[in-house]
């Protein structure tokens, strides 16, 4: 049975410069997706993934990972938005890296694609009326 899963990998320093991802793609037979990166040279990596297969190659690949020395969490939150306080500013378009929320131009309201979400949390931070959190 396939499954998709979001992923939060954390790799030390020693790691950097493995290809470890590639590896992850050739012999697990996993599909990913790279949702966000942030890599500081000489110090660490993270990347949040969707990881998308079967689930004894998502198994294999996940051991794989671990084994390597990489952390792996899954992305255990989800931001959702209260239509109740949400003003339709634009304020959270303008900070969402991936599009999850987006203008529409015919009614002037911001519309909210969960799926697309990585949790990233800028748009918790620069929402003005307070109107997207953090569900655990």
Request: hydrophobic content about 40%; some cysteine.
């Amino acid at each position: 049975m396939a499954i998709s899963i979001k992923v939060v990998l954390h790799f030390p320093r020693h790691l950097m410069n493995q290809p470890i991802i590639y590896h992850l793609a050739r012999h697990y037979d996993v599909e990913f997706n790279i949702l966000k990166a942030s890599i500081t040279p000489q110090e660490e990596g993270v990347l949040v993934m969707e990881l998308k297969g079967e689930q004894k190659d998502y198994e294999g690949g996940i051991k794989y990972l671990t084994d390597s020395g990489v952390e792996v969490h899954p992305l255990s939150r989800n931001v959702a938005r209260d239509e109740d306080k949400c003003t339709h500013c634009g304020v959270c378009v303008a900070v969402c890296p991936v599009g999850a929320l987006i203008l529409d131009p015919a009614t002037r309201r911001v519309d909210f694609c969960e799926s697309k979400c990585i949790a990233c949390e800028l748009c918790i931070k620069a929402c003005p009326p307070r109107a997207m959190k953090v569900c655990l």
